[in-house]
T-cell receptor
Framework: GAGVSQSPRYKVAKRGQDVALRCDPI?????LFWYQQALGQGPEFLTY????????KSGLPSDRFFAERPEGSVSTLKIQRTQQEDSAVYLC????????????FGSGTQLSVL | RKEVEQDPGPFNVPEGATVAFNCTYS??????FFWYRQDCRKEPKLLMS???SGNEDGRFTAQLNRASQYISLLIRDSKLSDSATYLC????????????FGTGTRLKVLA
């Protein structure tokens, strides 16, 4: 497809489980972002990739969160030992090379930690 | 001061009304801005870009006031389909990477 694709759409995890969320950006988009959105809030920045390089991970809430984009295309956000406070929608967005261009979002993964 | 601030609303307006939202930002180096629209349980989608003094697209007008560091979004002749959350977004400035989102302003247009 032509848009940003995320999977799974919904994920239910028991507290303490590890989860992996996948993002397939628009083909050719150099920039890839992960955001976390809690109910009733705006998206909060987690991390940024330029091709395979993770240039900013300042928004990752703890060392339980890890993201990678090994070949500069598909990205995975991994959360280890999930906690209830990790429950949120995780949005992936991609953008062309030029800084400041619009972000194109995927449909998100809604994570519920029980 | 928060980097981007918006009134969360909700704004409940009748069909046909004109409604305006404001968004204030703290970084005076910011040159461009976006308004995104987010429907319930959907991803944000670009509504308008604001690069200079303002931008107009049909019923939607976005304005930028650099001196006071705020941008506004005006919606004329509101439609039921305009009901959504409107997110103010500040793109990264030189040397930074993250796009900063406001909390969003919720609009409900009533029949």
């Amino acid at each position: 497809g032509a848009g940003v694709s995320q999977s799974p759409r919904y994920k239910v995890a028991k507290r303490g489980q590890d989860v992996a969320l996948r993002c397939d950006p628009i083909s050719g988009h150099v920039s890839l972002f992960w955001y976390q959105q809690a109910l009733g809030q705006g998206p909060e920045f987690l991390t940024y990739f330029q091709n395979e390089a993770q240039l900013d991970k300042s928004g990752l809430p703890s060392d339980r969160f890890f993201a990678e984009r090994p070949e500069g295309s598909v990205s995975t956000l991994k959360i280890q030992r999930t906690q209830q406070e990790d429950s949120a929608v995780y949005l992936c967005a991609s953008s062309p090379w030029e800084q400041g261009k619009q972000l194109f979002f995927g449909s998100g993964t809604q994570l519920s930690v029980l | 001061r928060k980097e981007v601030e918006q009134d969360p609303g909700p704004f409940n307006v009748p069909e046909g009304a004109t409604v305006a939202f404001n968004c204030t930002y703290s970084n005076s180096a910011s040159q461009s801005f976006f308004w995104y629209r987010q429907d319930c349980r959907k991803e944000p989608k670009l509504l308008m870009s604001v690069y200079s003094s303002g931008n107009e697209d049909g019923r939607f007008t976005a304005q930028l006031n650099r001196a006071s560091q705020y941008i506004s979004l005006l919606i004329r002749d509101s439609k039921l389909s305009d009901s959504a959350t409107y997110l103010c977004v500040v793109p990264p400035t030189s040397g930074t990477y993250k796009y900063i989102f406001g909390t969003g302003t919720r609009l409900k247009v009533l029949a």
